[in-house]
């Protein structure tokens, strides 16, 4: 039996399921859990400490019990996981999937003790195989994704070539740009206070350019 036999065969189709369903439980309870306090906090006893008696995973549980941090991956973990579960969008879950999954690895294999972390290492590099699996069930459709994706797209209209040196400084004017309303603002309500922090803040420039 080939390899491209089983991929096309019931069973494992059945499985690609069965696969869909963990990956979604898995993410929708970590994120539950995120939204509900019952993930990330640490006890009274522990928030007394001196940081300095801390561990990495309880410096590290502490910082992403922050919000909006702890809000915004416990929504995105319970969507991704919805994702998965519906047939129109099981590749946007998977797609959505990968890179949260990885950064939960490689944060934890940083943070945590060297026997649990081992642990924690083996399964959710399982989870990412196991979401490796549906994008090699549904390697069709992804084959005509990353071949849309990967198109030459060129500007709609041709550009003079000395138009093309003004790109850097229109980049540097839409980096500045977001920042004159606060400004406005900030010398509309305390003029001195506003004019210090921008000398402050020219000169940090100016120190990190030389």
Not at 109 to 138: E, K, Q, V
Request: include cysteine; glycine fraction near 6%; aromatic fraction near 12%.
């Amino acid at each position: 039996m080939t390899l491209a036999s089983i991929s096309n065969s019931k069973f494992f189709d059945y499985l690609i399921l069965a696969i869909r369903f963990l990956l979604a439980a898995t993410f929708i309870s970590y994120g539950y859990g995120k939204l509900t306090e019952g993930q990330f906090s640490l006890t009274p006893l522990e928030l007394q400490k001196p940081i300095g008696e801390l561990n990495l995973m309880q410096i590290g549980w502490y910082l992403f019990d922050q919000q909006p941090f702890k809000y915004f991956i416990g929504i995105s973990q319970i969507v991704c996981g919805i994702l998965l579960l519906i047939n129109r969008t099981v590749l946007i879950g998977a797609i959505l999937f990968l890179p949260i999954a990885v950064n939960i690895l490689i944060i934890n294999l940083t943070i945590m003790p060297a026997g649990l972390a081992s642990a924690f290492a083996l399964r959710f590099a399982s989870y990412i195989l196991l979401d490796g699996l549906l994008f090699y069930h549904y390697r069709k459709q992804c084959l005509e994704g990353l071949q849309k994706l990967l198109q030459n797209v060129k500007p709609k209209y041709k550009h003079q070539f000395w138009t093309l040196l003004f790109i850097p400084l229109l980049a540097l004017i839409l980096e500045i740009l977001p920042s004159i309303p606060k400004v406005l603002w900030g010398i509309m309500q305390d003029p001195k206070g506003m004019l210090t922090w921008i000398k402050e803040m020219t000169g940090l420039i100016m120190r990190n350019l030389q």
